[in-house]
């Protein structure tokens, strides 16, 4: 969940990337907020990262893969062959 703040989702974006309600993603963010003792969400994804629990890398990576299937479904719509 808080990988998804990071890629600078909202909840309800979140909720929609990993399938579940805008109130249940809204629940576990605040559970994690309290259990890293975060007093926003971006401090709780500073924490997060700091202490390995977001893959930076990992998430650019795959910010990457998404930002290219996204330019193939681009180029497709404009020269349907």
């Known amino acids: 969940m808080l990988t998804e703040l990071a890629i600078g989702s909202s909840t309800d974006e979140a909720a929609a990337a990993i399938h579940l309600s805008p109130h249940t993603v809204r629940s576990h963010i605040k559970s994690a907020l309290r259990k890293l003792r975060a007093q ?19 998430m650019l990576r795959q910010e990457r893969a998404t930002d290219r299937e996204r330019e193939r479904a681009d180029d497709a719509r404009r020269d349907p062959r």
Request: glycine share 10%; charged share 25%.
């Open 40 to 58: 926003t969400r971006s401090h709780g994804v500073a924490i997060a990262i700091t202490e390995g629990e977001i893959d930076v890398a990992e």
